[in-house]
């Protein structure tokens, strides 16, 4: 199973931004960041493509997250910007079974999480 450790995590106010970091051992093609607070299932927030270089939102996070990849750095990050109070929740990396899917079930290997949280 892929080994995958974020960090970047962090309390921040409404406006503010963070960069969360997931390194990776092995890349694979498909890859993304999941959120999930209490209570509610972990739901798909960004992902992408490397065979494509190409990246997909939900639209809570469409102009305001930027996922992108430095392979050299076998590092996957996800830039936020304009943090809301929603966007509160244990952001996860996820490396995908295959590509074209939000599905948390079609994910072959999970980071810990790190914990985002923004304050109104």
């Known amino acids: 199973q892929e080994q995958l450790v974020e960090s970047g995590g962090g309390s921040v106010e409404a406006g503010g931004s963070l960069r969360l970091s997931c390194v990776y051992r092995h890349s694979t093609y498909c890859m993304g960041w999941f959120r999930q607070t209490p209570g509610k299932e972990r739901e798909g927030v960004a992902r992408f493509d490397s065979a494509l270089g190409a990246t997909d939102y939900v639209d809570s996070a469409k102009g305001r997250f930027t996922i992108y990849q430095e392979r050299a750095e076998r590092t996957l990050y996800l830039q936020m910007n304009n943090l809301k109070p929603e966007d509160t929740g244990m952001y996860y990396c996820?490396?995908?079974?295959?590509?074209?899917?939000?599905?948390?079930?079609?994910?072959?290997?999970w980071g810990q999480g790190t914990q985002v949280t923004v304050s109104s």
């Open positions: 996820a490396s995908f079974l295959f590509c074209g899917t939000w599905s948390a079930e079609d994910v072959g290997g």
